[in-house]
C-alpha cells in the first residue's frame, strides 16, 4: 500500500527557493524513504539536461547525500527517483550508503548537475496531508530500531523527515504454538542491556507472578511459557508476558508493526496442551488489542483429577 503522511512542523527552514512536486513521497514499511520529482525544466540560458542528481537530507549543518536515478518514462515527464532505507544513527548498524539520521527534522532537498557542469538546487514540495482510518496506521517505526521516519511539513510548505528514536520495549519475534507448550522470541528494543531484565508472566485481576526462565543471545531472547505454574487451581486465568527490571516493566509484543487492530488481524487458535507435570491445559497464545502477548489457560483435567 501506498501511503504519504503530512503534518504542520513548527520552525521556517529560511528562504524558500525554486521546488520540485513530487510524483511521490513516502516512508513505507517504516524506514524505506520513496521519492520521485520530476526532472526540473532548464534554466533560461541553458538547454542542456541534467545528467545527475542527489538527494540530500540536511539538519544543523550537517548532510547526507543519496545518488538518484534519472528514469524517462514511456508516458509522462523524465523522472529523478530515490528508494533508500533510513537508520538512525545512534541505535541502527551502518550498511551501505543508507543514511544515518540524528533524532530532530531533517530538510529535503535535490542537487542537480548538466551536461554543462551546472548545478542547481531545489527543495521538495511537501506533499497533500493524507490520513486513513483504514487496517493499517499510516507511520509505523522501523522494524529494525524502533525508530519512527515520519514525512512531515515546514511553515513554508517543504517536505521534510522527522526522526524520533525509540523507546525502549520488548519485541515479540515469533511464537509457537506446540502440543506440549508455547515457545516464545523476541528481541529488546532501544539499546536496553538484557543483564538487567528477568522474565516473568503475571496475573490479570491480582498480584500473582511466575518467573520465566530464558535464555539469551545478545538483546535477543527465548523461552517456554510456564503452564504449569501458571494453571494451578481451577477456572480461566489470563496471564500477561513481560519483562521486568526494577520498577521497569516491558510488555512482550508486537510494537513494531504498522497492523491497526492487532488482535483482530494476528488470530492464532485455542489449544488443548498436556503439560510434564500431567495437567491437561485449554490455552490461548494472542495479542491484546495494544498488541501485547497474552495467555490465557483454563485447567481441564490434572494428575490427581485424571
Known amino acids: 500500500m501506498e501511503r504519504i503522511d503530512t503534518v504542520p512542523a513548527l520552525g521556517g527552514m529560511g528562504r524558500s527557493g525554486p521546488t520540485l512536486k513530487p510524483v511521490h513521497l513516502s516512508v513505507i514499511g517504516g524506514r524505506t524513504f520513496n521519492l520521485a ?57 551502518p550498511q551501505a550508503t543508507d543514511p544515518r539520521l540524528t533524532d530532530g527534522v531533517w530538510k ?11 548545478k542547481e538546487r531545489f527543495g521538495i ?13 499510516s507511520t509505523s517505526p522501523s522494524p529494525s530500531s524502533g525508530a519512527v521516519f515520519r514525512p512531515v511539513r515546514s511553515v513554508d510548505g517543504q ?43 503475571v496475573r490479570r485481576g491480582g498480584t500473582a507472578s511466575v518467573a520465566i526462565s530464558a535464555e539469551w543471545d545478545g538483546d535477543r ?14 477456572g480461566r486465568s ?13 510488555k512482550v509484543g508486537r510494537h513494531l508493526g504498522d497492523v491497526r487492530h492487532p488482535k483482530k488481524v494476528f488470530r ?18 494472542h495479542l491484546s488489542a495494544a498488541g501485547n502477548l497474552a495467555v490465557s489457560s483454563t485447567v481441564i483435567s490434572t494428575k490427581e483429577t485424571a
Open 37 to 93: 520529482v520530476p526532472v526540473p525544466v532548464p534554466s533560461s540560458g541553458t538547454s542542456a539536461e541534467v545528467v545527475a542528481a542527489v538527494l540530500v537530507f540536511e539538519r544543523g549543518g550537517r548532510r547526507q547525500a543519496v545518488p538518484m536515478e534519472v528514469e524517462p518514462q514511456r508516458h509522462g515527464p523524465v523522472l529523478l527517483t530515490a528508494t533508500v532505507g533510513l537508520r538512525h544513527a545512534r541505535h541502527d548498524a
Open 125 to 137: 514540495t511537501a506533499p497533500v496531508a493524507h490520513t486513513s482510518s483504514g487496517p493499517i496506521h
Open 221 to 234: 531472547f527465548a523461552f517456554d511459557v510456564p503452564l504449569d505454574a501458571m494453571s494451578k487451581g481451577r
Open 238 to 250: 489470563v496471564w500477561d508476558i513481560q519483562l521486568r527490571s526494577g520498577r521497569t516493566r516491558l
Open 268 to 285: 492464532t487458535p485455542f489449544r488443548t496442551i498436556a503439560t510434564e507435570e500431567g495437567a491437561l491445559l485449554r490455552v490461548h497464545a
Open 159 to 201: 517536505s521534510m523527515i522527522k526522526v524520533t528514536g525509540p523507546k525502549a520495549g520488548a519485541e515479540l519475534t515469533a511464537f509457537d504454538l506446540r502440543w506440549d507448550r508455547i515457545s516464545v522470541r523476541g528481541r529488546l528494543l532501544a539499546g536496553a542491556t538484557p543483564a538487567a531484565f528477568t522474565a516473568e508472566a
Open 108 to 118: 529535503l532537498t535535490v542537487e542537480t548537475a548538466d551536461a554543462d557542469g551546472r
